[in-house]
Structure formats: structure tokens, C-alpha cells
């Protein structure tokens, strides 16, 4: 089965510095996406940024990026210039393609961000 | 107005009652989604439906059941809710894009925070 672990329960960044979300994720599969999502306090979900498996290119979103390691099943999101409104619950997510393209969420990691 | 919409956004009730989340959607999308969100646990998924007859155990069914009422309403009940299911529950959907490719992206609503007691 499918899993996705996201290691840092919290961080923290000093608005204007970068930080780096961790994810590593467990398939079998060759084909999928990936996915950060933002949940600020409004708990309104957003999409950040999404990656497919098959380009080998890091898809960067404005001042988010991502660093894919395919081989590595790791897929970390840089957040460039951080701002106090980049202070959000965020989500690593996972969707298989082969047909059922259900989601695997991993825990979450708090980011702060500190004036 | 948001493209999903849940309500209730806040329901306090107590151990034992039936509750019902509603979700309503004008994306248009086939594609949609029960999750519960839990501190420490990230988001799993309860029930999911791909249209309007079909319908799929998530992860985490047990003690819940859905009833999709037309395309845009997919709604979740607890039968007779109990203190362990206090959690954070969203609707959400997705779709194929005009070229037939899944994007793969959900969209949430709000969330509809339960607390049973």
C-alpha cells in the first residue's frame, strides 16, 4: 500500500528566508502525482503545487518549488521570500493513476512564520 | 459563493444522534470525496463517488454512510454519532480537464467541524 510521511510536525522561517517542507512517499507504482496543499487557518484546503511522476522537471508555482527525487520517493517544497501569509498547515499528498486515482495524505507540517 | 459548499460549517450534538454534513458542488465535476481531518493524522478518506451510481468505501467507512442525491450533492451521515468521530470533515471533487486528463486536483470546501459529545 501506498504511504506518505511527512517528518516535521512543525517549523518554523523568518519572513523574507526559504525553508524546506520534507515528504518521502512509498509506491510501487511508476505513474502518479504528487501534491502540496495549503491549509491556512480559514482551513480552507489549496492547492499548491503538483508534480507528475513522468517529468523529470521541478514544477515551481511563484515563490514555491519542488524537489522531486523520483528513485528516492522524496518530494520536499521550497517556499522562497517567506511571508507571514505562507503560515499554514501543509499537506504532501499522493494520487495513483492506474485507475482509482483515490489520494494518500500524509500528516501535515506546521509552518510558522515569524516577523 | 464557493464553488463547494458545505454545511453545516460547525455542529455540536451529542452522543448518539444522527447527523447529516451536506455538500453541494457547481464545478460540475463527476468526481467527489468525503475526507476527515484529524490532528496528527492528516486527512483520510471516509467515502468517495465517481457518479451518481457509483459509490466507494474509503479507508475509514465504518460508522458512516453517503447518499449522492444528484451530480452536485454528496452527502455523509452518522447514523448515531459517537465522541470519537469529533473531527474536521471535508467535501471534496475533481474532474478530467477538456483534453481528458485527470489534473488530478481536489477542491475543498470549507469544512464542516463536528464536535459529538
Known amino acids: 500500500a501506498q504511504t506518505v510521511t511527512q517528518s516535521q510536525p512543525e517549523m518554523s522561517v523568518q519572513e523574507a528566508e526559504t525553508v524546506t517542507l520534507s515528504c518521502t512517499y512509498d509506491t510501487s507504482e511508476s505513474d502518479y502525482y504528487l501534491f502540496w496543499y495549503k491549509q491556512p487557518p480559514s482551513r480552507q484546503m489549496i492547492l499548491v503545487i503538483r508534480?507528475?511522476?513522468?517529468?523529470?522537471q521541478n514544477a515551481t508555482e511563484n515563490r514555491f518549488s519542488v524537489n522531486f527525487q523520483k528513485a528516492a520517493k522524496s518530494f520536499s517544497l521550497k517556499i522562497s521570500d517567506s511571508q507571514l501569509g505562507d503560515a499554514a498547515m501543509y499537506f504532501c499528498?499522493?494520487?495513483?493513476?492506474?485507475?482509482?486515482?483515490?489520494?494518500?495524505f500524509g500528516t501535515g507540517t506546521r509552518l510558522k512564520v515569524l516577523a | 459563493d464557493a464553488d463547494v459548499t458545505q454545511t453545516p460549517r460547525n455542529r455540536i450534538t451529542k452522543t448518539g444522534k444522527r447527523i447529516m454534513l451536506e455538500c453541494s458542488q457547481t464545478k460540475g465535476h463527476d468526481r467527489m470525496y468525503w475526507y476527515r481531518q484529524d490532528p496528527g493524522l492528516g486527512l483520510r478518506l471516509i467515502y468517495y463517488?465517481?457518479?451518481?451510481?457509483?459509490?466507494n468505501k474509503g479507508e475509514i467507512s465504518d460508522g458512516y454512510s453517503v447518499s449522492r442525491q444528484a451530480q452536485a450533492k454528496f452527502s455523509l451521515s452518522l447514523e448515531s454519532a459517537i465522541p470519537n468521530q469529533t473531527a474536521l470533515y471535508f467535501c471534496a471533487t475533481s474532474d478530467f480537464d477538456s483534453g481528458g486528463i485527470n489534473t488530478g486536483e481536489l477542491f475543498f470546501g470549507e469544512g464542516s467541524r463536528l464536535t459529538v459529545l
Open positions: 463517488s465517481f457518479d451518481v451510481k457509483d459509490i
Open positions: 499528498a499522493y494520487m495513483d493513476t492506474s485507475g482509482t486515482y483515490k489520494y494518500i
Open positions: 508534480q507528475e511522476a513522468y517529468k523529470q
